[in-house]
T-cell receptor, first 112, second 114 residues
């Protein structure tokens, strides 16, 4: 089946630093989504990408849908302590039931 | 984004009993709902996909008689863990998708079987 490779697995950064994480797929996706999950909570949608090459921002977050449709990255600028959490990429290859494939997640720790 | 409510957020039950978890889409009609299981520090594992009014489609290795899913309306799906055992203890999360290309998640349910 489809597989998503998400890296890095974890990151430890200082407050104010920029962060970048990415996902690559063994197959083409039509949609890329980035979620953040806090402990004990469900994932919250951060950014949705629908077109190859699309670059979308949401506040300090920027994500891009790769031209090959097999990769995506998420950047966080000027990190703050509340950015701590697990970030997941997810892709959908199409179809009416909108089934997502998830990456394994990136655990982000921000030191004040 | 859309609001998905999952209830209960935490439940502790005795081994051998059944537990029902509800997932509701509050401000949109969810044509498809998904149920995931998540182990500590791991990614989400899709258990099943359900479309309103039809039988759920289970992923390989997920026992459909163990994890009963009902999607009776466009705003409600339930997951019942039958005859729960300690190994069923986990974090269960639902997500809903409507006519758009996005999926929104519930808050999750922490199930502990003692």
């Amino acid at each position: 089946g489809q597989q998503l490779n998400q890296s890095p697995q974890s990151m430890f950064i200082q407050e104010g630093e920029d962060v970048s994480m990415n996902c690559t797929s063994s197959s083409i996706f039509n949609t890329w989504l980035w979620y953040k999950q806090d402990p004990g909570e469900g994932p919250v949608l951060l950014i949705a990408l629908y077109k190859a090459g699309e670059l979308t921002s949401n506040g300090r977050l920027t994500a891009q849908f790769g031209i090959t449709r097999k990769d995506s990255f998420l950047n966080i600028s000027a990190s703050i302590p509340s950015d701590v959490g697990i970030y997941f990429c997810a892709g959908n290859s199409g179809g009416s039931n909108y089934k997502l494939t998830f990456g394994k997640g990136t655990l982000l720790t921000v030191n004040p | 984004g859309a609001v998905v409510s999952q209830h209960p957020s935490r439940v502790i039950c005795k081994s051998g009993t059944s537990v029902k978890i509800e997932c509701r889409s509050l401000d949109f009609q969810a044509t498809t709902m998904f149920w995931y299981r998540q182990f500590p520090k791991k990614s989400l594992m899709l258990m099943a996909t359900s479309n309103e009014g039809s039988k759920a489609t289970y992923e390989q290795g997920v026992e459909k008689d163990k994890f009963l899913i009902n999607h009776a309306s466009l705003t409600l799906s339930t997951l019942t863990v039958t005859s729960a055992h300690p190994e069923d203890s986990s974090f269960y999360i639902c997500s809903c998708s409507g006519q758009g290309n996005e999926a929104f998640f519930g808050q999750g349910t922490r199930l502990t079987v003692v």
